[in-house]
């Protein structure tokens, strides 16, 4: 299959414009207009309470071990939690995932069916629990699990406060419509680590530079539980770390078009495994 994103590939930097709709219908569903021009949607108030105080209790008897889970990754140099994945089964969270409002949601950006390509919980726990470099998650998929288009958004789901100082995510806005193809490391990369500690896929100061030339400022995703953030999966997104007292505990479903299935990495090297990209 014809490579049309190349990354990861070389020592070179290059933006390059995308080519795929970043929703199909704009017309149908509230916010989806606004979604395909800036690449993020705030939605407040979506959820139902309880639901949601009954999904955060769940994230953190992960957290804590008190509930055992298999697919997990740390925080770099630390035994300290950062993610929990392949969630979306967990019947607590897969109520959330199946609100008929967020289904609408997902066939007017898609254009028809999609299916969970990641699910996870991402904890930002309090003193000093690392953020996240400038990326964009696209970036990460076509190289590392081959997704081959863009054509797949993440829904994410605050279940605590997210707040200007614990760490909110920071996104650029109409960033999703340029694609960065970003240098190779000379490091031996894992799947592991590189969840963990993004070795790749960083736009460099003079790609990022452009970005925020076009977007005319950041925007800082301040949130609620309840709330629900829907972003592209090419907006350059950030987050900082977690200084303060107060968890930043966060769910994602990542929604992938069935027309745009997974195939071999666009990058080379070993399809992750199942629990960070499913191919079923
Ligand atoms: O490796 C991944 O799939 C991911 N990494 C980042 C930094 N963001 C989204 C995604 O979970
Ligand atoms: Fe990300």
Redesign the pocket.
């Known amino acids: 299959m014809k490579d049309k994103y190349p990354t990861r590939k070389s020592k070179k930097t290059l933006l390059m414009q995308r080519e795929e709709r970043a929703a199909y219908d704009t017309d149908s569903v509230y916010g989806i207009r606004e979604y395909a021009e800036k690449g993020f949607y705030h939605y407040k108030n979506f959820f139902d309470s309880g639901a949601i105080d009954l999904a955060n209790s769940r994230a953190a008897n992960i957290y804590s071990g008190e509930t055992e889970h298999g697919y997990i990754s740390h925080e770099p140099d630390s035994d300290l939690l950062r993610s929990a994945l392949n969630i979306h089964n967990i019947p607590a969270f897969n109520e959330l995932l199946h609100d008929p409002v967020l289904a609408s949601i997902a066939a007017a950006i898609l254009g028809g069916s999609g299916y969970v390509h990641?699910s996870?919980i991402n904890y930002k726990n309090s003193y000093g629990s690392a953020g996240?470099d400038w990326?964009s998650?696209f970036e990460?998929?076509h190289s590392?699990d081959g997704m081959p288009e863009m054509r797949a958004f993440s829904a994410m789901i605050p279940l605590t406060e997210n707040t200007n100082e614990n760490g909110c995510l920071m996104v650029v806005p109409h960033s999703h419509e340029v694609f960065c193809s970003c240098a190779r490391s000379d490091e031996e990369l894992n799947a592991e680590s590189?969840?963990s500690e993004?070795k790749e896929g960083i736009p460099p100061p003079d790609a990022l530079d452009e970005y925020f030339h076009r977007a005319n400022g950041i925007v800082s995703i301040t949130c609620d539980p309840g709330d629900l953030v829907i972003f592209d999966c090419n907006t350059l997104h950030v987050s900082h770390p977690n200084l303060t007292p107060n968890s930043r505990t966060n769910l994602?479903f990542v929604l992938n078009s069935v027309e745009n299935r997974l195939v071999e990495p666009f990058s080379g090297g070993k399809a992750r495994p199942d629990y960070?990209?499913h191919r079923a």
């Open positions: 990641q996870r996240w990326h998650d990460t998929w590392q590189e969840f993004q994602f960070m990209a």
